[in-house]
Every structure is written in structure tokens, then in C-alpha cells.
């Protein structure tokens, strides 16, 4: 079930409405790079506070500005900034908060590019541990005296293994970490990180919160005060902004947000159903089928269409027969938008490396778009069936 004061804020208007008079139902795109003053002291007063002035659209942007308010308020946070791409807002957490000698504890199944970017770290003595599970107690198992930032992802990529986040941010707390979840399958929607004790929350905005596959943005969300930390020591010297069209399109796609999931849930739920009883399939890897902890013990409401099954038969070349078969099924990376997805880990000579990460070399990760399930699972059944 999704809360209806977050499908209010999705579907409402991009400004908060106006005392008198009429106003815009969505917010204008203020394509500018920088904002005139009546006066110098004015300018000086706007330059003396910059995360809370326009004065240069590196910094304040009224069409950025409305979509951080709606981020902030579906995560229940008090601030939010934008950026212009998932990765420029998960670097901008770690370089705006990690000092060196600092480390970074990986738990779960984690975005690879965020784990490169964790490899890059290490030249500016910034060290990394990975914990590939979840549970509480190898997680404790896991931390060292040097570690300072907890980063979780739950479901985790390409198992959507989950965790019981509040055990986990109740875990780091005591040991005094700041933690930051990357919230990008769950959507706000489906899942409140802050609710559950985490300090932060990142987001590829590129996948669900756009929704169509025609814009690639980032967001981060938290306290006022670690926003504004973040705001002069990464935001703003990075550069790594959401350009205001950008924006405007992320606004966009929010006011279905709540429509798209709903269909993205119901319609992957039916397409992993089908495949469970599958005879050429060997699992189905979909939170909704999880156990220890189930789907609301790890703290969600519903879950989106992004989930994995394995073969029971054969790597690589049964992995290739069987994508390539499909006619519905786009082939592609990323995942999130209104056309269904299809794409595996495997790649030639892979093998070590897909067992070093627990993942089977049957793999194949779908992403249910809004075709409806009928047609997908047909286009499934045929592509499963023809290579047996
Ligand atoms: C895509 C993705 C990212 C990176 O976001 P970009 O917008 O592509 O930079 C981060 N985390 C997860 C879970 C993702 O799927």
C-alpha cells in the first residue's frame, strides 16, 4: 500500500501553492546560470549563504530547488540536493564526509560502479571493507576501529537479498557510523530509510523517480545540517549538478510515480510467479518471495519490478540463447523506465569473478516495464520453452 499523503505530494503541484491568486501546476524551468541583484549588498548577503540564495545555478536553482523539496518530503527528510546523475550523488556523500583514514563498510549486494568508485578512494587513503549479507551480527563481525561510514543497499543488486534496515541502522548507531542507503529499487514509496534510523539517502533518480528512460539525475537525502555540509564541501566545488530541464523532466515524472509503481509491482510479481514454476528455471530472486527477513520485517511496502532468476541449466551461451529470444525484452542496461529490460552479469571469462560476488553464471535480471504482464510472460514462456 502506498501512502497517500506521498502520492499527494507526487501528484500536486511542483510549488507550494500560492496565499492569493492563481498559480502554475508545474513549475517553470528557470533556464538561467545566474541571478541578478538590485544591489551589490544585496549580491554580497545572497554570496554570504549561497545554499539558501539563487545567486548562481551551480549553486540555488528554483526549478532544482522544487524538486528537492518533493525528494525531501517522500523520504521524510528535512533537506535534499540534486545532482546530475545517481554516481555524482553517491560521490558527493563520500568526498563531502570521508576524511582520510576513514572506511567505508559495504553491506550487501552493492551497485558495482559504487564499488569503483570506492577502488578510486584508496588515493586519497579512503579504505573499504565489503560485507556481502546482511545480518546484524556480520555486519558487527565486519566493522573496524577505522570505520566510519556504514553504505547499504537493500534489496541488494542483482540478488535483492534484504536486510532488516532498522537492526542494521540501529547496529551503526551504536557504534557511532554515519549510514547512507541507496533507496533507488524501493522508491520512497515502497521504503523510508530515514524512518528506519538512516542518516542518508542516496538515489538514482535515472531509473523509477524519471520513470521514462529520458533523464539521468541523482539525489541525496537527510538532515538540514549535514545537507549543508555536504552542500559547500561537495555540491557546490564538485559541479556535479542537475541541470534545471533536467529537473524539470525528474518533476515530471514524479506526478506518476505512484501509478507507475503500482503497475511496475503488480506486473513483476505476476512475471516472477510465472517464472517460479518454471521447469528451466532454478530460482526466482524477488523480495516478495523472501524469507528471514520477509519483505515487511526488512521494513517494505511493496516492492518494484527489478528482480532476477537463474537457470537451471547451462552460463554464458544459455544466458545469450535465451535473451536473445526474447521479443518483448529489450536488451539493455538500466532498468526503471515504462519498457521491460532484460540483461545478465555474465561476460566472457567472468566466471571467478560472478562466483566471487555469489552469483550464479545462470543469472538474468528483468525489468518489468508497463507492457502489461499477459504479453511478457508469453514472451518469456516462448524463449524458455524453445531452448529445451
Ligand atoms: C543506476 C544506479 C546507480 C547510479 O545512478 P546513475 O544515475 O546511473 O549515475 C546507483 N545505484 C543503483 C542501485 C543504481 O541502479
Redesign the pocket.
Known amino acids: 500500500m502506498i501512502d497517500p499523503s506521498d502520492v499527494a505530494i507526487c501528484v500536486g503541484p511542483d510549488d507550494p501553492a500560492p496565499s492569493a491568486g492563481s498559480g502554475p501546476m508545474s513549475v517553470p524551468v528557470y533556464r538561467t546560470s545566474l541571478f541578478g541583484f538590485p544591489t551589490f549588498e544585496a549580491l554580497m548577503e545572497g554570496l554570504s549563504a549561497e545554499h539558501r540564495h539563487s545567486v548562481y545555478t551551480r549553486g540555488r536553482n528554483p526549478t532544482v530547488g522544487a524538486a528537492e523539496r518533493k525528494l525531501a518530503a517522500l523520504e521524510h527528510g528535512e533537506a535534499c540536493l540534486c545532482?546530475?546523475?545517481?554516481?555524482?550523488?553517491?560521490s558527493a556523500v563520500m568526498l563531502g564526509l570521508l576524511e582520510a583514514g576513514d572506511r567505508i563498510l559495504f553491506v550487501n549486494q552493492?551497485?558495482g560502479?559504487?564499488l569503483e568508485l570506492a577502488e578510486h578512494l584508496h588515493r586519497f587513503g579512503i579504505e573499504h571493507d565489503v560485507v556481502l549479507e546482511a545480518a546484524p551480527a556480520a555486519v558487527e563481525r565486519a566493522l573496524r576501529p577505522d570505520t566510519r561510514l556504514l553504505w547499504l543497499?537493500s534489496p541488494g543488486?542483482m540478488l535483492f537479498r534484504l536486510a532488516d534496515v532498522a537492526a542494521v541502522a540501529a547496529l551503526a548507531r551504536s557504534h557511532d557510523l554515519i549510514t547512507c542507503m541507496?533507496n533507488?529499487?524501493a522508491t520512497p514509496l515502497f521504503q523510508k530509510p530515514l524512518d528506519a534510523g538512516i542518516d542518508l539517502v542516496?538515489?538514482?533518480?535515472?531509473?523509477y523517480l524519471g520513470g521514462h528512460s529520458d533523464v539521468?539525475?541523482?539525489a541525496v537525502v537527510g538532515t538540514a545540517e549535514t545537507l549543508e555540509r555536504l552542500f559547500y564541501r561537495s555540491y557546490l566545488l564538485n559541479g556535479g549538478i542537475l541541470a534545471p530541464s533536467e529537473a524539470w523532466l525528474l518533476l515530471r515524472g514524479l506526478k506518476t510515480l505512484p501509478a507507475r509503481m503500482r503497475q511496475h509491482e503488480a506486473d513483476g510479481l505476476r512475471v516472477a510467479e510465472f517464472l517460479r514454476e518454471h521447469p528451466a528455471v532454478r530460482a526466482v530472486h524477488h523480495p516478495a518471495f523472501a524469507r528471514e527477513p520477509s519483505a515487511a520485517e526488512a521494513g517494505l511496502r511493496g516492492c518494484s519490478g527489478?528482480f532476477s532468476f537463474e537457470l537451471g541449466h547451462g552460463g554464458l551461451d544459455a544466458v545469450t540463447a535465451v535473451i536473445d529470444r526474447l521479443k518483448r525484452f529489450r536488451i539493455g542496461?538500466?532498468?526503471?523506465g515504462t519498457e521491460s529490460l532484460v540483461i545478465s552479469p555474465h561476460r566472457p571469462g567472468n566466471d571467478a569473478e560472478l562466483e566471487s560476488r555469489g552469483l550464479a553464471p545462470g543469472l538474468i535480471r528483468l525489468s518489468v516495464g508497463l507492457e502489461g504482464a499477459d504479453v511478457l510472460i508469453e514472451d518469456l514462456a516462448a524463449a524458455l520453452d524453445d531452448g529445451r
Open positions: 545532482f546530475g546523475s545517481g554516481m555524482a550523488a553517491i552493492v551497485y560502479p559504487t543497499e543488486t541507496d533507488s529499487w542516496v538515489h538514482s533518480a535515472s531509473k539521468m539525475a541523482g527489478l542496461v538500466s532498468w526503471g
